[in-house]
């Protein structure tokens, strides 16, 4: 087994969260080696760049978390990022609408939410949304955020993972981590001594922090984000279209997505997935953790701690191209089956479950000690976070190692 050089830091997944931290590490120790290793070929295969691109603004998000805390903040820095490295961006922004009266405790919620964290976020009436965007369909009244864009989720990381590589950071690709002993780090690539260990590994970040003592009481739990796309003739959105969530678990519902380019998207949907890389068919299938993943969700199907039967019911019922259009109609007029016929690259979310609650994790969470730190559940909307987000991964790694 060949040795490679030893470095101070090493960041285990090439996401957008492993870059920024790469990165944030680089910025404050200059005089230290940082090396970034990822087992794909090329970095942002997975969440980080086959996710919606809609840069957030933070307003579903309880005060007390840490989704709330980086997501304004993020907003604007990943917006200055992108136009600073010439990027597309599109400052559509988003309508959050009712689709009964029955909503609008929930559109009170959120723009509640949205005050006590300091999000521009204004309530319109049904008249103004459709100023806003002729096809909305909304019960009396909605919510608007100018604050909300869309972006190019490939091209920001290729963007990443160029200056992570001009900034002096060691980018590995292609080199899988695959265990550890003692100090030294086996990956695909050979052994590595290291510092400190930043596990930023997405769908595996759980397996990772296993292997250090951590993520006891978690594991990944992976769901399924397809999308469609709209092959529609005529004008299209302006701006993206939500409906109000279901606040007690994490996923935003069936919306539409103006892409940077202007074309329009719906999804993405919550299917759980029964292997972590589930994208299509019986790629990437893995028996074990296939075993373990159907076994966990049989559980939870019979006992959890939120109504997983109902969500699985109903996300299982969205593989139907029909149903996933009939649920994107209930927000905008003129939408046809027949206009919605290619399926986008879907993206899983690597959502972390709590064994004793067996509840869904909302919040990021983050486990370490002085020799290793372990990013688990970085859930949407980590993408939008992600700078802040690593500045806070940064300043835990200080705390814990000195
Ligand atoms: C369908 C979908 C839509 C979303 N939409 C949005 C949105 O609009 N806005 C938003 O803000 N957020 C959104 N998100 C969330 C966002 O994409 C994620 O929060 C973010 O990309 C997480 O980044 P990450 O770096 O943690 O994970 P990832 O991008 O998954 O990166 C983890 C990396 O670790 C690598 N890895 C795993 N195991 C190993 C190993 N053993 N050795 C080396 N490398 C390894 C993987 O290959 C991968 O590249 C969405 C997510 C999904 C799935």
């Known amino acids: 087994m060949s040795r490679l050089p030893s470095t101070d830091y090493l960041v285990i997944g090439g996401g957008i969260i492993g870059v920024c931290v790469a990165r944030e590490l680089r910025r404050r120790h200059p005089e230290r080696s940082v090396t970034l290793l990822e087992k794909e070929p090329e970095l942002g295969q997975h969440a980080s760049g086959r996710n919606s691109g809609v840069l957030h603004a933070g307003f579903y998000y309880s005060a007390d978390s840490l989704k709330a805390r980086f997501c304004r903040e993020g907003n604007r820095a990943l ?7 010439g990027l597309a961006l599109n400052p559509c922004g988003k309508l959050v609408v009712a689709r009964s009266e029955a909503d609008h405790a929930q559109l009170d919620e959120l723009l509640r ?3 006590r964290n300091g999000v521009r976020l204004q309530p319109v009436s049904a008249e103004e949304a459709r100023r806003i965007e002729p096809r909305v369909k909304t019960c009396e009244r909605a919510l608007w955020s100018s604050d909300t864009a869309t972006a190019d989720p490939t091209a920001v990381i290729a963007a990443m993972r160029e200056d ?33 260990v930043v596990n930023c590994a997405g769908l595996y970040a759980d397996r990772v922090a296993l292997d250090f003592g951590f993520s006891q009481d978690y594991r990944i739990l992976p769901f399924k984000g397809l999308y469609l796309y709209s092959s529609e003739s005529g004008p299209g959105f302006r701006t993206n279209l939500y409906p109000v969530p279901d606040l007690r678990n994490p996923f935003l519902g069936v919306h539409f997505t103006v892409t940077v380019d202007g074309h329009a998207k719906i999804g993405p949907t919550a299917i759980p997935a029964f292997w972590r890389e589930q994208y299509a068919g019986v790629d990437r299938f893995d028996p074990a953790e296939f ?10 199907f019979f006992s959890a701690g939120f109504d997983f039967r109902r969500l ?33 690259r879907p993206g899983i979310r690597a959502q972390l479950i709590h064994l004793r609650t067996r509840k869904l994790e909302m919040d990021f969470v983050l486990e370490g000690d002085a020799r290793s730190l372990h ?25 814990l190692a000195g």
């Not at 030294?184 to 290291?194: E, F, P, Q």
């Open 312 to 344: 699985a019911v109903e996300e299982l019922r969205k593989y139907s191209r029909p149903h996933l259009v009939s649920l994107a109609g209930e927000l905008a007029t003129g939408v046809r089956t027949e206009d919605y016929r290619e399926w986008g």
């Open 79 to 85: 917006r200055d990022y992108i136009t600073s490295r």
């Open 375 to 399: 990013v688990l559940n970085a859930v949407s909307p980590a993408w939008t976070c992600s700078l802040p987000f690593a500045a806070h991964v940064c300043d835990r790694i200080t705390q």
């Open 164 to 196: 992570a590589r001009k900034e002096g950071i060691r980018v590995m690709a292609g080199a899988a981590y695959l265990g550890r002993i003692g100090e030294t780090i086996h990956s695909a690539a050979g052994l590595v001594d290291v510092g400190y």
């Open 291 to 300: 075993v373990e993943i159907a076994w966990r969700d049989l559980g939870l």
């Open 113 to 115: 939410r949205g005050t």
